[in-house]
C-alpha cells in the first residue's frame, strides 16, 4: 500500500507526543485536586458565613473649626440627612433624621399645626386637621392620642357648658324654695 502525500504529513512535534502519552505525576494530579478542593470549599463557605449588614461603632462628625458641637438626643442609623457641607443653619433647623417608625413628614405637619393651637381660660383652639387627620407618628402617637383625647374631652365640656347649666338649675332651685318657703 502506497502512502499518501497527506498521511506524510507529521501533525506533531516529538515533545507534544511526549506529553501527551505520558499521564502527569501523581504529585501534580493530587495537588490540583487539592487545589480545586480548596477554592471550592471558599466559595461555598461564602453562602454560609456573611459579612455584617451593620457596623456599630461611635462617630464624630467635626470640621477644622467647628463653630457648634452638635450631639443627637438618641442614636441609629441616618435616614435622611437634609443638609450640605459648609451650608448656614439656622436654631431648630432639622439637620438628619435618625431612622424610626414615624413618617417626618407627618411630624413636621404635626408640629405646624400643634403650633396653632390656643388654650386658655377664655379661647379654646384646636384645628380640625389634628382630629380628622391620621399620621404615623411612631413612638409619639400614644402621647398624641392621649392629646387629642383630652382636647376633646375638654372641648365638650366648654362645648356643652355643664357648669352654666348646673349654676342655673341651682339658682331655679333656690328662687323656687324662696316662693315656697314665702307663701
Not at 78 to 100: F, G, M, P, S
Not at 103 to 118: E, H, I, P, R
Not at 130 to 154: H, I, K, M, P
Request: with cysteine; aromatic share 10%.
Amino acid at each position: 500500500m502506497k502512502l499518501k502525500e497527506s498521511d506524510k504529513i507529521e501533525l506533531r512535534s516529538d515533545e507534544v507526543k511526549e506529553i501527551l502519552t505520558r499521564p502527569p505525576h501523581a504529585l501534580i494530579r493530587y495537588g490540583i485536586s487539592v487545589i480545586c478542593g480548596v477554592i471550592l470549599v471558599l466559595f461555598i463557605g461564602c453562602f454560609f458565613f456573611k459579612y455584617p449588614d451593620i457596623v456599630t461603632g461611635e462617630i464624630v462628625i467635626t470640621t477644622q473649626n467647628p463653630p457648634v458641637w452638635l450631639v443627637a438626643k438618641s442614636s441609629g442609623r441616618i435616614k435622611d440627612l437634609l443638609c450640605r457641607e459648609k451650608q448656614h443653619v439656622n436654631q431648630y433647623d432639622l439637620l438628619a433624621v435618625i431612622d424610626n417608625a414615624a413618617q417626618t413628614n407627618d411630624v413636621n405637619k404635626l408640629g405646624n399645626l400643634l403650633n396653632q393651637v390656643v388654650i386658655s381660660d377664655s379661647v379654646f383652639y384646636i384645628p380640625t386637621e389634628l382630629y380628622t387627620c391620621s399620621y404615623e407618628l411612631g413612638d409619639l402617637q400614644s402621647t398624641f392620642s392621649l392629646f387629642t383625647r383630652a382636647a376633646v374631652n375638654y372641648d365638650n365640656f366648654h362645648s356643652v357648658n355643664l357648669t352654666s347649666q348646673e349654676k342655673l338649675a341651682l339658682q331655679k332651685q333656690i328662687s323656687e324654695k324662696k316662693n315656697y318657703f314665702i307663701a
